[in-house]
């Protein structure tokens, strides 16, 4: 296959987790076209079991989907260094007030390869404490816990689309053959 070659990428605009681009690209026929791109600096995701073997999912409203969805603990790194093993122990902690005593890595997600860099580095959490939440501001999170089997039930009826939650519920239950 011939080459693409980015020749130009210009901001568009800017927003608080986002930076929204134009990259004119070069075609392997020597035409240009514009394509739409989204940087982002990455996030994480945690499928948290407690010693029951429940998963600790977090309800919450989503503007994009003007709803409140069902979904396994994550947020963003704070910066593009930030190491996501702490970047998901800090979200598990904040969001659903758990400590993980113990974190492995799960699966890299590349969530829409057509137009974003967004990547999304998923764990497993066991060993969990609970303690408090420590939500940011703005944040409203209902901390609920099911079986592996209501959570494939839920996705497989699409009560739960969200993404990174179904990836990370089914790679979970994949690498433990349940």
């Known amino acids: 296959m011939e080459q693409v070659k980015r020749v130009k990428r210009e901001l568009v605009a800017k927003g608080s987790i986002i930076e929204y681009y134009h990259d004119t690209m070069e075609m392997p026929d020597g035409k240009t076209a514009v394509w739409d791109f989204i940087k982002h600096n990455g996030a994480v995701a945690v499928v948290a079991v407690r010693e ?7 309800r919450q409203y989503r503007n994009a989907l003007e709803r409140e969805t069902l979904e396994i603990p994550a947020g963003a790194l704070d910066s593009p260094g930030e190491a996501p093993e702490s970047a998901a ?27 974003t860099n967004e990547r999304i580095e998923m764990y497993v959490a066991t060993d969990l404490k609970p303690g408090k939440q420590h939500l940011d501001e703005g944040e409203y999170i209902d901390v609920e816990a099911y079986t592996l089997e209501e959570l494939k039930e839920m996705i497989l009826t699409s009560k739960i689309q969200d993404g990174k939650t179904v990836c990370g519920i089914l790679a979970y239950a994949a690498k433990n053959g349940l």
Do not use: P
Request: proline letters at 0%; hydrophobic letters at 40%.
């Open 89 to 115: 122990l800090r979200e598990l902690s904040e969001e659903t007030g758990y400590c993980a005593g113990k974190l492995e890595h799960l699966h890299t997600l590349q969530t829409t390869v057509a137009f």
């Open 52 to 58: 029951d073997g429940k998963l600790l999912m977090v």
